[in-house]
């Protein structure tokens, strides 16, 4: 099986790299960051950072389709709550979706052109036993925009287009989409860092970057490890 990892944050990239047996390592040719090519157990594994936003993300998630033909690609990182999940709480995006695209009359809000509102993922991971839902795991959908999210009244229009959400980030549709148009199945799982519109919000963000690349680690082997043993 060939598994691609797409992740936010650098630290959580460096957590990844040790397990890499055969480790290689090229320049991609078009958004000129380092792709990280190895094994994890009986799985081929291709490693990148993409960097934040909607088009840094998309672009990283084709050029790793072309690169290395990837039979699922998994997307984990950072997420905003929306009220219903704590810090630290580890969000398994069943769906995803835009929360700041509108493509005029006769669409639905957070509906690209020529693909549906809400990108589903791979259910034969969202259904691993690892992933089971528990009270620091939580399953729904994921929004995502170009925008940091950190105001109650940003929250409360994103809940006003989906009020089933569970937390927001800026790369997960795009990532979701790019899978879509490619015919690649990917899968989405984030930690929840704060919650924005909170008191604390911004303290919760910047406080929480040593425990956070920990626990969305540990869960990523966990998935790693039943998804290549099936």
């Not at 081929?44 to 909607?54: E, L, P, R, S």
């Not at 039979?71 to 929306?82: Q, R």
């Not at 020529?114 to 795991?137: Q, W």
Request: glycine share 10%.
């Amino acid at each position: 099986m060939k598994i691609a990892i797409i992740v936010a944050m650098g630290k959580e990239l460096n957590l990844l790299l040790p397990l890499l047996a055969d480790k290689t390592e090229a320049e991609t040719p078009l958004s000129r960051k380092t792709v990280y090519t190895g094994r994890i157990g009986s799985a081929d594994v291709a490693a990148m950072q993409c960097g934040i936003g909607k088009v840094n993300s998309a672009l990283v998630t084709s050029e790793l389709i072309d690169m290395f033909h990837p039979d699922l690609v998994i997307n984990t990182g950072v997420a905003g709550g929306t009220g219903e999940t704590r810090v630290l709480d580890l969000v398994v995006g069943d769906e995803v979706a835009y929360h700041d695209v509108w493509c005029g009359p006769g669409t639905e809000w957070g509906e690209a052109a020529g693909c549906p509102r809400f990108f589903e993922s791979a259910k034969e991971v969202c259904g691993l036993d690892c992933l089971a839902e528990s009270n620091g795991v939580k399953h729904g959908l994921i929004a995502s925009g170009d925008i940091f999210v950190s105001t109650p009244e940003e929250v409360a229009r994103i809940r006003g287009l989906y009020p089933e959400v569970k937390a927001v980030d800026m790369e997960s549709a795009s990532i979701a989409q790019t899978c879509y148009l490619r015919g690649v199945p990917f899968f989405v799982m984030r930690v929840v860092s704060d919650t924005p519109g909170g008191e604390d919000n911004i303290a919760q963000y910047n406080n929480f970057w040593d425990d956070a690349p920990r626990q969305t680690f540990g869960m990523l082997q966990n998935l790693l490890t039943e998804l290549t043993t099936l």
